[in-house]
């Protein structure tokens, strides 16, 4: 059962290929993508890819306490506005300061995700091209048609006797 479902998974991984082959190209192709490219910030992310990575990670990351501080920032101006601007210059500033060490340590986890990520791809690219190596699939196939072979060879005596 195992046999027939080898090149079921194979047909499937070449599929999904073209699928993901297409949704880069199309994203290559994007006007906003190729200016970006051309200029010397993505020029500069094109040729150091862990970089790119990394600084992706790490905006995804912050988002969210980069929005809690605006937010905060929002609210204490309200508060503000009704006359406590010592309380809000105090909140900022403590707000500022720990926004700074969140930032630290997410940039720290940020390097180490992306790091984990390149690591992972690097192992499952290199199982997955041993796994469906067309090596492996040459001798599965080659040693399927001697098997024919030998029937063939079988039914010829056959009918000579």
Known sequence: MAKEDLPSTSKDLQELQRKLSLLIESIQNNSKVVAFMKSPVGQYLDRH????????????????????????????????LVGVILLEGLVISVGGLSLLCVLCGLSFVSLVMSGTIMVSYVMVSSLVNYWFSPRLLTQQNSGGDCQLAMKSADLEGLYQE
């Open 49 to 80: 890819p862990f970089l790119a990575l990394t600084m992706l990670v790490f905006v995804a990351v912050s988002a969210i306490p980069v929005g809690f501080f605006l937010l905060l920032v929002v609210l204490t101006s309200l508060a503000a």
